[in-house]
């Protein structure tokens, strides 16, 4: 299947309340654009110089996302433009993103990355840091970043279980966090190609979706 048949399919199963984010990291900047003449807008890439490099070569009005882990020297490199920060993984990361952000005169969006899975690898708060960090907020003073929401990748196991139980954790936390301190928070990021639509069962808001569109990397 096509890039174009693989994303109206997608997007045909999908509430009109949940965004796609069209997972483009380590693909060419046709399929991008192929998926652009399809109406995409929203794209997510994990490497800060390979999404510099797709945003000054593709159309202006895509919505570019960061999903992977940001080293912080590579922040100055994304921050003129990106629009949404997915994987906040330390509140040194936060700090440095409030700065550069200060510098470049912009607000930047984030959500915080929570550490769901089973995985010891990937990055993320423990729940206990994600409440802690709301906790101390005020302290921080942070003013060219705001938090909109939380973003968490499932184990990557066939066992929809415990999968789903992730992502109920995960709802719950945002539900919680969002009530008991009036955040205000509009983005649950959670589900990719293998589990998505368990993700928003769960209250998802936003799916990150790779290769399901554009194929295997
Ligand atoms: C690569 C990646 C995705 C997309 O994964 P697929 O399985 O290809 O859909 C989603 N989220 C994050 C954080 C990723 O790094």
Known sequence: MSISENLEKILN???ASVK???VSKFKPEQDIAEAYANGQRIFGESRALELRDKYNNLPKDIEWHFIGHLQTNKIKYIIPFVSLIHSVDSVGLLKEIDAYAKKAGRVVECLIQVHISQEETKFGFSYEECVELFNNYDSLELENVKIVGLMGMATNTDD???VRLEFKSLKSLYDRLNTEKKLGFSVLSMGMSSDYEL???EGSTM???GSSIFGSR
């Open 13 to 15: 199963t999908l509430p």
């Open 20 to 22: 796609l984010v069209a």
């Open 160 to 162: 929809m279980e415990q």
């Open 199 to 201: 993700a928003i069962k």
């Open 207 to 209: 799916v990150r979706i």
